[in-house]
Nanobody
Framework: QVQLVESGGGLVQAGGSLRLSCAAS????????MGWFRQAPGKEREFVAH????????YYADSVKGRFTISRDNAKNTVFLQMNSLKPDDTAVYYC?????????????????WGQGTQVTVSS
């Protein structure tokens, strides 16, 4: 069983940047795709980005494309989400998750293990 711990969240003004990290322990994640999702109060969990097992393929939700970058360091068993040009609508709890295979998708059901989340708040 893999454990995921997110960090790097916080309060930032609109237009600012944050870098989220997701550290995995218990087993390697190097052969699995990884994803980031977010959930705002009163809303369903939504897909943000995923990265393939090697880091060679990435995919983003339209709402974050061009502003967010997902990456991974398999040697450190860690995944990152660089968030630039943040907007108040980006306010949410951000979760990382391990996919069930080497390539990700936008469906939460395709991910088997989840972290506890980190809060991101963007003020206007």
């Amino acid at each position: 069983q893999v454990q995921l711990v997110e960090s790097g969240g916080g309060l930032v003004q609109a237009g600012g940047s944050l870098r989220l990290s997701c550290a995995a322990s218990g087993r390697t994640i190097s052969t699995y795709a990884m994803g980031w999702f977010r959930q705002a109060p009163g809303k369903e969990r939504e897909f943000v980005a995923h990265v393939s097992w090697s880091g060679g393929s990435t995919y983003y939700a339209d709402s974050v494309k061009g502003r967010f970058t997902i990456s991974r360091d398999n040697a450190k068993n860690t995944v990152f989400l660089q968030m630039n040009s943040l907007k108040p609508d980006d306010t949410a709890v951000y979760y990382c998750a391990v996919a069930r295979g080497p390539y990700g998708s936008s469906a939460p059901t395709d991910f088997g293990s989840w972290g506890q989340g980190t809060q991101v708040t963007v003020s206007s």
